[in-house]
């Protein structure tokens, strides 16, 4: 016990635990929007296509500057996007195939360019490699700063589009009928998505970031089928995975952050898909009997 009270007092231990609660609740809130509109797949992409944004970034400017980095992160994940919608509309081969071939060829490219790196740049290219699974025990204060600002924005600005997405995404053919801006909506949440996965990536890696935006809105839905309920809900399940995993991987030594949070977040998961008041498997089991 005095182990942990000394943890929880110190300064890194702090700034970690505050990124990991808003990232799970920001998350979890877009992560919302995407599960129904059926793009969870697609966010699993964007994350992917992270990597090689990164290493291009240091390849062109040889500096770990985290701002820099994500810019990187961010270009590639939206080319990423471009190009799934680009091979759905220009060929015959269905979505799910389409975000398969993308996120293997970015994702690959991205692992080359790392390998690249590592044996090109000496010495000064260490912990590049934690994009892929995550380092939030490496996590500063300006780090911290800018989950925190990009977390507040974007779950500002998805309460701002609440009514334009729920129209959009339960009827889009109305939604235009009454004028809004269907595309400039979609475009907005896939921003919406690859900004979340930009601002996560240092935490939980391109590879696991994809989960905290699944298995929250997941969880939530076996307990509510109102929207803006789900959307917190899931949030709440969000940010409530990021401190389970933080406070374990702090308490036991060694263990990582990201993969803890994920399988809090799974543990959440499996209790909601049991117990859940909205077909969950004990009520669905009750009503049988």
């Known amino acids: 016990m005095e182990t942990f009270l000394s ?7 702090q700034w970690v635990l505050m990124g990991s609660l808003l990232l799970g609740f920001a998350s979890g809130v877009i992560g919302s929007f995407v599960l129904l509109k059926k793009q969870s797949l697609i966010s699993d992409a964007m994350a992917h296509a992270a990597l ?27 080319l990423a996007t471009q190009a799934i919608q680009l091979i759905i509309k220009k060929t015959r081969i269905k979505t799910d195939a389409a975000i398969g071939i993308t996120l293997s060829v970015f994702f690959g490219f991205g692992i080359v360019l790392l390998t690249y790196i590592q044996q090109n740049f000496s010495g000064n290219q260490a912990g590049l490699d934690s994009f892929i699974f995550g380092q939030a025990a490496s996590l500063v204060r300006s780090d911290v700063q800018i989950i925190t600002i990009g977390a507040f924005v974007l779950v500002f600005i998805t309460a701002l589009f609440f009514k334009e997405f729920k129209l959009t995404i339960f009827d889009p053919q109305f939604a235009r ?35 905290l935006l699944i298995i929250p809105p997941l969880a939530a839905r076996y307990w509510t089928e109102k929207l803006g309920f789900m959307a917190i809900l899931a949030g709440v399940f969000g940010a409530f995975s ?4 933080t406070v374990f991987s702090t308490s036991i030594a060694n263990l990582p ?3 803890l949070i994920v399988l809090s977040a799974s ?10 008041t909205k077909n969950g498997l004990a009520r669905r089991r009750l009503k049988q009997v």
């Open 257 to 259: 952050t990201g993969p």
């Open 177 to 211: 009928g009454i004028g809004l801006p269907v595309s400039f909506l979609n475009g907005l949440l896939l921003f919406l998505v690859v900004a979340i996965v930009v601002i996560g990536i240092q935490m939980v890696g391109v590879i696991l970031i994809a989960a």
């Open 52 to 78: 090689p944004g990164v290493c291009i970034m240091f390849i062109l400017f040889e500096v770990k500057a985290i701002p820099v980095l994500l810019i990187g992160a961010a270009i590639t994940s939206l």
């Open 7 to 13: 943890d929880f007092s110190n300064a890194n231990f």
């Open 242 to 245: 990021g401190v389970i995993g």
């Open 267 to 276: 543990v959440i998961f499996f209790i909601s898909l049991l117990f859940g």
